[in-house]
């Protein structure tokens, strides 16, 4: 199973990378937030990974209040973005 962890960890962290990389490149606004919720659920999976090597319960609580105020997060951002037409 540390194999497995290990291996994801390593895709998520390019994946990371390649987040930062076109963030460091964005024109816009939107592509910005889009780039930077990636990089932020990248950790947070990064994050669950080293909870499943460890073995502890409470990281996966911890991961699971970051990851639903990651999803509000993008949320209110869209809004922001859009100027609250739906």
Same mark, same amino acid.
Request: charged share 15%; aromatic share 6%.
């Given at each position: 199973?540390?194999?497995? *962890? #290990? =291996? =994801? *960890? @390593?895709? /998520? ?12 490149? %964005?024109? $816009?606004?939107?592509?910005?937030? %889009? !780039?930077? $919720?990636?990089?932020?659920?990248? %950790?947070?999976? #990064? ?5 499943? !090597?460890?073995?502890?319960? *409470? ?5 699971? @209040?970051?990851? /639903?105020?990651?999803? /509000?997060? =993008?949320?209110? /951002? ?9």
């Amino acid at each position: 199973m540390t194999f497995i *962890v #290990v =291996t =994801t *960890v @390593v895709i /998520l962290t390019i994946a990371a990378l390649c987040g930062i990389a076109r963030l460091v490149t %964005a024109t $816009d606004e939107a592509t910005s937030a %889009a !780039v930077s $919720d990636l990089i932020y659920f990248c %950790a947070i999976s #990064v994050f669950i990974a080293s909870a499943m !090597v460890r073995e502890t319960a *409470v990281l996966f609580d911890v991961a699971s @209040v970051s990851a /639903l105020f990651g999803i /509000l997060a =993008t949320i209110a /951002l869209a809004r922001i973005l859009t100027r609250g037409r739906r």
